[in-house]
């Protein structure tokens, strides 16, 4: 893949191959569109326009240090988004293992939590709630206020267990960016 064209006046070319792809996976209502211009700001547009939307988006830039340094479309839509995010990587598995649920404890992060936790449901994965603290006790009341309040009836009718990590990092700001090549 040409990186250096994430931010060009050029769209992507794999808009067509998501569409096609994306039923086979479970998705029923979607919506293709293409513009040109900053990937980061068209996406930002489109989740404010639809923040009730689920907008599935690639992550491997997350993985490179200079997209660290300069920013990437993906840490961009991590912090702007009004709609859900869902950071796929290249294969896009047949199984979905876990949904990482990353919260701070705030009530944006809640309803992203509750969210996350309907779309693991729905594929079938382990819902593993995540934060990143500088240590296990603020990383556990992190937990506990992102959690307040969620509805976890659906996965005790499911018979599914809610996962829980605490990253332990001097900076918790980065942490879950750095760890999160393992979800």
Do not use: M
């Not at 989740?47 to 992550?59: D, I, N, R, Y």
Request: aromatic share 4%; glycine share 8%; charged share 20%.
């Amino acid at each position: 893949r040409d990186d250096s064209r994430r931010n060009t006046d050029e769209p992507q070319p794999t808009s067509a191959a998501a569409t096609s792809s994306t039923p086979k996976l479970g998705a029923t209502d979607i919506t293709e569109f293409q513009q040109q211009g900053n990937a980061a700001d068209i996406l930002v547009d489109a989740a404010e326009q639809h923040p009730q939307a689920l907008l599935v988006v690639g992550s491997s830039g997350l993985t490179k240090a200079t997209s660290r340094l300069v920013g990437s479309v993906s840490n961009r839509l991590s912090h702007h988004s009004p709609a859900d995010v869902l950071f796929a990587r290249e294969p896009v598995p047949r199984v979905w293992n876990f949904v990482a649920l990353c919260t701070d404890g705030s009530a944006t992060s809640q309803h992203a939590v509750q969210r996350g936790l309907q779309l693991a449901v729905a594929i079938g994965a382990t819902p593993r709630a995540v934060t990143a603290a500088k240590n296990e006790a603020d990383g556990e009341r992190n937990l506990d206020s992102g959690l307040d309040g969620i509805d976890l009836a659906e996965l005790d009718r499911g018979g599914i267990a809610l996962e829980r990590e605490v990253l332990i990092d001097s900076q918790p700001g980065t942490a879950i960016i750095v760890n999160g090549w393992k979800y």
